[in-house]
């Protein structure tokens, strides 16, 4: 079994930064990849950014150039830098790992973003 925790969700004005953190725990043997997912109010969950066993990532396209997702592996974590952020980002985000056994969620951290 593997546990996610996320930590670092916020209120933030728009064109702040912010620094989500995903500590996991239990087996990760077999691990395929990480992910950070977001859903908004009324809106269905979708990938925001992914990282590979083999260090690979990607990102949607409304996050490009804004966000890096960072995974320490020394420290079964996962961080999400969210960079210039906008009203838009706002939702609850959640931290995803998939290995042989997965996929596995955590409960989610709340980012609003408002002046």
């Known amino acids: 079994q593997v546990q996610l925790v996320e930590s670092g969700g916020a209120l933030v004005q728009p064109g702040g930064s912010l620094r989500l953190s995903c500590a996991a725990s239990?087996?990760?043997?077999?691990?395929?990849?990480m992910a950070w997912y977001r859903q908004a109010p009324r809106k269905e969950r979708e990938m925001v950014a992914r990282?590979?066993?083999?260090?690979?990532?990607n990102y949607a396209d409304s996050v490009k150039g804004r966000f890096i997702i960072l995974r320490d592996v020394a420290k079964n974590t996962l961080h999400l830098q969210m960079n210039s952020l906008k009203p838009e980002d706002t939702a609850v985000y959640y931290c995803?790992?998939?290995?042989?056994?997965?996929?596995?969620w955590g409960q989610g951290t709340q980012v609003t973003v408002s002046s």
């Open positions: 995803n790992l998939v290995n042989r056994r997965g996929p596995y």
């Open positions: 239990g087996s990760t043997v077999g691990l395929a990849s």
């Open positions: 990282v590979a066993s083999d260090g690979t990532t």
